[in-house]
């Protein structure tokens, strides 16, 4: 639901019509369900997008086609979100300016791999920034992280976040496990913050008094 916000998409009134026309269904919990016919249809129309260049494609999720992205820098601007599952226990070697062409990329989650390099670019399009286990010690310099509305870096190696996070319409934030963060930085940037995360931070040595406000 947020990084369907955060792309100015309203998900109630579409998961509603989707309900209706009998595509999608929800229990009671709010998980989302959808047929395995429907979802091979779904991935068989990005396919098409481009079927020899799976970066110009708009979604990445099939292992192969994301690992060959990220490492030959591949991607272009037709990406807009990549979802990161590999089969078995595996890294990935990033090329440090594997985003660079991927300027209109809005969600980026990562549910299993471990990556080694650089983060030297990130898109100042995104929205939902899920990567556990991030392998820089910063967020690159120079990323515009306005339009970020749920950022989680747990169990990553940052150490550093700046002297201010502005991100106005971030809800979600999580630096859970992240063991070499010292310093949290002033949050008064982020009067939507709804959710936020520092658990098991075994280095973090100061809070700004605004997270105590949160």
């Known amino acids: 639901m947020q990084a369907l916000e955060g792309s100015y998409l309203n998900p109630i009134d579409a998961i509603e019509v989707l309900e209706e026309k009998a595509l999608i269904n929800t229990d009671r919990s709010g998980r989302i ?7 091979d249809m779904g991935k068989e129309i990005v396919r098409k997008e481009s079927p020899e260049d799976a970066g110009r494609r708009s979604r990445l999720w099939f292992h192969e086609d994301v690992r060959r992205v ?9 990406v807009k979100g990549i979802i990161v599952e590999l089969p078995g226990d595996d890294e990935i070697c990033l090329s440090a300016k594997c985003f660079k062409k991927m300027n209109n990329l809005q969600l980026f989650i990562n549910i299993n791999a471990r990556f080694t390099g650089e983060v030297n670019y990130l898109p100042n399009q995104l929205r939902f920034l899920d990567w556990p286990r991030f392998p820089a010690q910063s967020l690159p310099c120079g990323f515009d992280s306005q339009k970020l509305v749920m950022l989680n870096m747990r169990d990553s190696r940052i150490s550093r976040l700046g002297q201010g996070l502005k991100m ?5 934030l999580s630096f859970a496990c992240c063991k070499f963060l010292k310093k949290v930085p002033d949050l008064s ?4 913050l709804e959710r936020l995360d520092l658990n098991d931070c075994a280095s973090l ?3 700004h008094p605004s997270v105590g406000l949160l």
Do not use: R, V
């Open 168 to 172: 106005q319409q971030l809800k979600s």
């Open 33 to 39: 369900w959808m047929h395995d016919s429907l979802e």
């Open 70 to 78: 990220l490492t030959e820098n591949t991607g272009s601007k037709k």
């Open 205 to 207: 040595a100061e809070l």
């Open 189 to 192: 940037g982020m009067p939507n």
